[in-house]
């Protein structure tokens, strides 16, 4: 996809993107190691994300066209 990153500035945005992220993680069952991806020790509980704002949320905008890699 090609587009643009534009980082989320609403708080309400951002807190709803981040509970989906904690739902994903454990609904998927991921590692815990993705958290230290985040910015959280893999110790902390999936529920770290939602609450404390130690990473940005971007969103892909603009996207006009869908374009596939080839392999050469």
Do not use: C
Not at 29 to 52: C, F, R, T, V, Y
Not at 60 to 71: E, I, R
């Amino acid at each position: 996809m090609q587009g643009y990153l534009k980082e989320v500035t609403d708080s309400i945005e951002k807190k709803l993107v981040r509970q989906e992220f904690v739902d994903l993680i454990k609904e998927r069952h991921l590692s815990k190691n993705i958290l230290a991806a985040l910015g959280h020790s893999p110790q902390d509980p999936p529920e770290a994300i939602a609450m404390e704002e130690r990473s940005l949320v971007w969103k892909l905008t603009g996207v006009m066209d869908m374009v596939a890699l080839k392999n050469l």
